[in-house]
C-alpha cells in the first residue's frame, strides 16, 4: 500500500481526491445502515403502541373469555391468554433455568478441558439454531400425543428453546469469575460443590440473572413452540398442568388473519401487552448487569 | 432428589476435616446433577431426532422419493414437499442479501467509527429489534406493512414488465403477501444475531494491526480493507451462516406474510410458501399421512438447520480461537 507518497516528512492531513471521498462514503454507507434498521423498528413501535394503546384497558387485560372474533373491540378481555403467558412462561423458566445453570457449572467448573464438555458447549451453540416449530413438534410427538394438550407441555417446549440461552449465558459469566477465589475457598477445606454454590455463583449473580431474564423474554414472545402444545381455547385456565390453555402470542396469531376489526385490534392490544413484558424483562436485565455484576468483559 | 438438598451448603457435608480426601456424598451428588444437566443438551437433540422421525415415518415409507416432488394436495393425498424447500430457500436468501450488507455496517460502525459512549445506546437499539416477538412482526408485516409495499410492487412490476428476467422475478403482484415481503421482515428479524456475532469476530481484530495500517497513512476505509477484513472475513461467513440458520427456521412472522401458496415460481411478489410456515398452518388440521407429512418437513427443516448451525459454529470458533492464539 503506497500511501505516503514520495514527500519530505509524513503528511498528516487528510488524504485528497477518491481516497478521501471513498473514505467518506464508505462512513456514510455504515450509518445509513444503522438507519435502515431504525425504521423499520421505530415504525413497529409506532403502529403497536398506536393501534395498542386505544384498546387497552383494565377490563381488556383482566376480562374474560376471549369474545368471538365478530365482536368489536371493547367486549369481553384478554384475561386467559395473560394468565397463560404469566403461567406458562414461569414454569419454563423454573425448568431451564436451574438446568441451564447447571449445565453451565458442568462445563465450566467439572467439564474442563474434556471432550465431553466441549462437546456439549458446542452442541449447546447448535441447540439455539433449532427452530421453535421443531421444538413445538418434538413436545407434541413426546407429550401431547401420551398426555395431551396443557401449560405443561408448552412450558416444556419453552423449556427446550430456554435451555441451551441460559447454559452459554452462564458459562460466559462463570469464565469470568477469577480462579484466586476458587482457590481461596479451597484453601480453607471446602468441598467443589461448596466452592461452587457459595463462592462461584454468588460472584457470578448478577450475569446469570440477566442473561436468565433475557431468555425469559425472548421465550414470552415465542408462538411456534405453544401452537401444537397448549391449543388455542377462549377461557381461562388457572390449572397449568392439564387441560388446553391459550397465550398472548398465539393469541394474536389465531387473531391476526382475522378480517373483523375486534378482532385485529384485540390482537394490537395483545402485541402492545406482550411488547411490554418484554420490554420490562429487558430493562431489568439490564438493571441487574449495570447493578449486580462484579465482574464483566 | 435427595441429593440435591445434601448439596446444600448448609448441610454437614462441608464440613468434614480439611484434610479429609473423601469426597462427601454431597459433593459428588452436585457433580452427578451438574453432568446431567449438562448431558440434557445432548439428551434432547437427540431424543428430537428419534421422535419426530418416528410420527413422520409414514410419510418417508408411503411417499418415498416422492417426497421431494411439487405436488402438495392433502385433499387427494398427494404430499410431495419441493414448493415448501424452495420458499425455505427463496425467503432465506433474500433475508441474507438484505440483512448481510446492513449487519456488517453496523458491525464495522460500532467497533471502528463511533466512540464507546455512543455504541452502547446502539446495541441497545438493536437488541430492541431482537425482543420484538416473532408474532408481532407478524401482525405488523400482514395488516400493515405487506398492504403499503404492494404499491412499491406494483410500481416495480409495471417498469420492469416485458425486461427479460426482471420481468419474471419482479413482475406486478397480486397481494402484499408474498416470498419478498417474508424476506424482509426475515431480515429484520436476524440482523440483530447477524451484528452481534459479526461485531464479535470483528472485535477480536489486534489494535496492533489497525494501528499499523493507520501509521502506515491508511483511510480508515483502507484500514478496514486492510487489516480488519482479512482477519475476520472467516469468522463473518460464519455469522451469514447462523443468520441464514435463523431466517430458515423462524416461522410465525413468515406463516403469517408469505401468503400461503404451495407453488414453484420464479416471480418474488407472488405468494408462496415455506418449510416452518406449513407446519404452523395447517398441522392443527392434519390427521394420519397428513400429519406424518408435516411432521416429516419438520424432521428435513430439524436437519437442515442443525448442519448450518454446525458448519457455522466450527467456522465462528476456528476463527476465534485464531484469535486468541494471535
Same mark, same amino acid.
Given at each position: 500500500?503506497?500511501?505516503?507518497?514520495?514527500?519530505?516528512?509524513?503528511?498528516?492531513?487528510?488524504?485528497?481526491?477518491?481516497?478521501?471521498?471513498?473514505?467518506?462514503?464508505?462512513?456514510?454507507?455504515?450509518?445509513?445502515?444503522?438507519?435502515?434498521?431504525?425504521?423499520?423498528?421505530?415504525?413497529?413501535?409506532?403502529?403497536?403502541?398506536?393501534?395498542?394503546?386505544?384498546?387497552?384497558?383494565?377490563?381488556?387485560?383482566?376480562?374474560?373469555?376471549?369474545?368471538?372474533?365478530?365482536?368489536?373491540?371493547?367486549?369481553?378481555?384478554?384475561?386467559?391468554?395473560?394468565?397463560?403467558?404469566?403461567?406458562?412462561?414461569?414454569?419454563?423458566?423454573?425448568?431451564?433455568?436451574?438446568?441451564?445453570?447447571?449445565?453451565?457449572?458442568?462445563?465450566?467448573?467439572?467439564?474442563?478441558?474434556?471432550?465431553?464438555?466441549?462437546?456439549?458447549?458446542?452442541?449447546?451453540?447448535?441447540?439455539?439454531?433449532?427452530?421453535?416449530?421443531?421444538?413445538?413438534?418434538?413436545?407434541?410427538?413426546?407429550?401431547?400425543?401420551?398426555?395431551?394438550?396443557?401449560?405443561?407441555?408448552?412450558?416444556?417446549?419453552?423449556?427446550?428453546?430456554?435451555?441451551?440461552?441460559?447454559?452459554?449465558?452462564?458459562?460466559?459469566?462463570?469464565?469470568?469469575?477469577?480462579?484466586?477465589?476458587?482457590?481461596?475457598?479451597?484453601?480453607?477445606?471446602?468441598?467443589?460443590?461448596?466452592?461452587?454454590?457459595?463462592?462461584?455463583?454468588?460472584?457470578?449473580?448478577?450475569?446469570?440473572?440477566?442473561?436468565?431474564?433475557?431468555?425469559?423474554?425472548?421465550?414470552?414472545?415465542?408462538?411456534?413452540?405453544?401452537?401444537?402444545?397448549?391449543?388455542?381455547?377462549?377461557?381461562?385456565?388457572?390449572?397449568?398442568?392439564?387441560?388446553?390453555?391459550?397465550?398472548?402470542?398465539?393469541?394474536?396469531?389465531?387473531?391476526?388473519?382475522?378480517?373483523?376489526?375486534?378482532?385485529?385490534?384485540?390482537?394490537?392490544?395483545?402485541?402492545?401487552?406482550?411488547?411490554?413484558?418484554?420490554?420490562?424483562?429487558?430493562?431489568?436485565?439490564?438493571?441487574?448487569?449495570?447493578?449486580?455484576?462484579?465482574?464483566?468483559? | 432428589?435427595?441429593?440435591?438438598?445434601?448439596?446444600?451448603?448448609?448441610?454437614?457435608?462441608?464440613?468434614?476435616?480439611?484434610?479429609?480426601?473423601?469426597?462427601?456424598?454431597?459433593?459428588?451428588?452436585?457433580?452427578?446433577?451438574?453432568?446431567?444437566?449438562?448431558?440434557?443438551?445432548?439428551?434432547?437433540?437427540?431424543?428430537?431426532?428419534?421422535?419426530?422421525?418416528?410420527?413422520?415415518?409414514?410419510?418417508?415409507?408411503?411417499?418415498?422419493?416422492?417426497?421431494?416432488?411439487?405436488?402438495?394436495?392433502?385433499?387427494?393425498?398427494?404430499?410431495?414437499?419441493?414448493?415448501?424447500?424452495?420458499?425455505?430457500?427463496?425467503?432465506?436468501?433474500?433475508?441474507? #442479501?438484505? /440483512? *448481510?450488507?446492513?449487519?456488517? %455496517?453496523? @458491525?464495522?460502525?460500532? =467497533?471502528?467509527? $463511533?466512540?464507546?459512549?455512543?455504541?452502547?445506546?446502539?446495541?441497545?437499539?438493536?437488541?430492541?429489534?431482537?425482543?420484538?416477538?416473532?408474532?408481532?412482526?407478524?401482525?405488523?408485516?400482514?395488516?400493515?406493512?405487506?398492504?403499503?409495499?404492494?404499491?412499491?410492487?406494483?410500481?416495480?412490476?409495471?417498469?420492469?414488465?416485458?425486461?427479460?428476467?426482471?420481468?419474471?422475478?419482479?413482475?406486478?403482484?397480486?397481494?402484499?403477501?408474498?416470498?419478498?415481503?417474508?424476506?424482509?421482515?426475515?431480515?429484520?428479524?436476524?440482523?440483530?444475531?447477524?451484528?452481534?456475532?459479526?461485531?464479535?469476530?470483528?472485535?477480536?481484530?489486534?489494535?496492533?494491526?489497525?494501528?499499523?495500517?493507520?501509521?502506515?497513512?491508511?483511510?480508515?476505509?483502507?484500514?478496514?480493507?486492510?487489516?480488519?477484513?482479512?482477519?475476520?472475513?472467516?469468522?463473518? #461467513?460464519? /455469522? *451469514?451462516?447462523?443468520?441464514? %440458520?435463523? @431466517?430458515?427456521?423462524? =416461522?410465525?412472522? $413468515?406463516?403469517?406474510?408469505?401468503?400461503?401458496?404451495?407453488?414453484?415460481?420464479?416471480?418474488?411478489?407472488?405468494?408462496?410458501?415455506?418449510?416452518?410456515?406449513?407446519?404452523?398452518?395447517?398441522?392443527?388440521?392434519?390427521?394420519?399421512?397428513?400429519?406424518?407429512?408435516?411432521?416429516?418437513?419438520?424432521?428435513?427443516?430439524?436437519?437442515?438447520?442443525?448442519?448450518?448451525?454446525?458448519?457455522?459454529?466450527?467456522?465462528?470458533?476456528?476463527?476465534?480461537?485464531?484469535?486468541?492464539?494471535?
Amino acid at each position: 500500500m503506497a500511501v505516503i507518497a514520495g514527500q519530505q516528512g509524513i503528511d498528516l492531513r487528510e488524504p485528497k481526491g477518491w481516497r478521501r471521498t471513498s473514505n467518506r462514503i464508505a462512513t456514510f454507507l455504515m450509518v445509513l445502515a444503522f438507519v435502515l434498521v431504525i425504521i423499520p423498528l421505530g415504525f413497529v413501535l409506532f403502529t403497536v403502541i398506536a393501534k395498542g394503546a386505544s384498546i387497552i384497558s383494565w377490563q381488556f387485560l383482566t376480562g374474560q373469555p376471549i369474545p368471538p372474533n365478530v365482536e368489536p373491540a371493547g367486549v369481553g378481555g384478554l384475561w386467559p391468554a395473560v394468565l397463560g403467558t404469566i403461567e406458562i412462561t414461569a414454569l419454563a423458566t423454573l425448568f431451564a433455568v436451574p438446568l441451564g445453570i447447571l449445565g453451565a457449572v458442568y462445563l465450566n467448573e467439572y467439564g474442563g478441558r474434556g471432550w465431553l464438555a466441549a462437546l456439549i458447549g458446542f452442541m449447546s451453540d447448535v441447540m439455539t439454531g433449532v427452530p421453535s416449530i421443531v421444538m413445538g413438534l418434538f413436545i407434541f410427538s413426546i407429550w401431547v400425543l401420551h398426555f395431551g394438550y396443557s401449560g405443561l407441555a408448552g412450558a416444556f417446549a419453552l423449556g427446550c428453546l430456554m435451555l441451551p440461552v441460559v447454559i452459554r449465558s452462564t458459562d460466559e459469566m462463570l469464565k469470568l469469575v477469577p480462579n484466586s477465589l476458587r482457590e481461596g475457598s479451597y484453601a480453607l477445606g471446602a468441598t467443589k460443590a461448596r466452592v461452587t454454590v457459595t463462592v462461584v455463583l454468588p460472584a457470578a449473580i448478577g450475569g446469570i440473572v440477566s442473561g436468565a431474564l433475557l431468555a425469559v423474554a425472548r421465550a414470552a414472545g415465542e408462538t411456534a413452540p405453544l401452537l401444537f402444545t397448549i391449543l388455542t381455547v377462549t377461557t381461562a385456565n388457572p390449572n397449568v398442568f392439564s387441560g388446553p390453555t391459550t397465550s398472548l402470542p398465539s393469541q394474536i396469531f389465531s387473531n391476526a388473519t382475522q378480517p373483523y376489526t375486534g378482532a385485529q385490534d384485540r390482537a394490537w392490544g395483545a402485541a402492545l401487552t406482550l411488547i411490554a413484558i418484554c420490554f420490562i424483562l429487558m430493562i431489568a436485565a439490564r438493571i441487574v448487569t449495570a447493578r449486580f455484576s462484579r465482574y464483566s468483559r | 432428589m435427595s441429593t440435591v438438598t445434601q448439596a446444600d451448603p448448609a448441610a454437614p457435608a462441608g464440613s468434614a476435616h480439611p484434610l479429609d480426601q473423601r469426597r462427601p456424598l454431597g459433593d459428588r451428588g452436585f457433580a452427578i446433577l451438574a453432568l446431567a444437566s449438562g448431558l440434557l443438551v445432548l439428551v434432547i437433540l437427540v431424543l428430537i431426532a428419534i421422535t419426530t422421525t418416528q410420527q413422520a415415518s409414514s410419510w418417508f415409507t408411503t411417499e418415498g422419493w416422492k417426497i421431494f416432488t411439487n405436488n402438495w394436495d392433502p385433499a387427494a393425498n398427494q404430499f410431495g414437499a419441493l414448493s415448501f424447500i424452495y420458499g425455505t430457500i427463496i425467503t432465506a436468501i433474500i433475508a441474507i #442479501v438484505m /440483512a *448481510v450488507p446492513v449487519s456488517v %455496517g453496523i @458491525a464495522l460502525l460500532l =467497533t471502528e467509527v $463511533v466512540p464507546y459512549r455512543w455504541s452502547r445506546p446502539i446495541v441497545y437499539v438493536i437488541d430492541l429489534l431482537a425482543v420484538i416477538p416473532s408474532v408481532v412482526w407478524g401482525l405488523w408485516g400482514i395488516l400493515v406493512f405487506a398492504p403499503w409495499i404492494q404499491h412499491i410492487y406494483a410500481h416495480i412490476g409495471n417498469v420492469v414488465q416485458g425486461v427479460p428476467v426482471l420481468g419474471s422475478l419482479f413482475g406486478p403482484p397480486t397481494s402484499g403477501a408474498s416470498f419478498f415481503t417474508a424476506g424482509i421482515i426475515l431480515a429484520f428479524m436476524i440482523t440483530p444475531i447477524v451484528t452481534s456475532l459479526s461485531r464479535e469476530v470483528i472485535a477480536t481484530v489486534p489494535a496492533i494491526d489497525k494501528e499499523g495500517a493507520y501509521a502506515l497513512g491508511a483511510t480508515r476505509l483502507e484500514m478496514i480493507r486492510g487489516a480488519v477484513w482479512p482477519h475476520s472475513q472467516g469468522g463473518v #461467513v460464519g /455469522a *451469514v451462516l447462523l443468520g441464514l %440458520g435463523r @431466517a430458515m427456521g423462524e =416461522t410465525i412472522a $413468515v406463516a403469517l406474510v408469505i401468503g400461503s401458496a404451495a407453488v414453484i415460481t420464479p416471480h418474488l411478489f407472488a405468494p408462496g410458501y415455506n418449510m416452518a410456515a406449513v407446519i404452523a398452518n395447517q398441522f392443527g388440521e392434519a390427521s394420519g399421512v397428513f400429519r406424518a407429512a408435516l411432521m416429516g418437513i419438520g424432521v428435513l427443516l430439524f436437519v437442515i438447520t442443525i448442519i448450518v448451525n454446525i458448519v457455522a459454529r466450527t467456522i465462528v470458533d476456528r476463527s476465534a480461537r485464531r484469535k486468541r492464539g494471535a
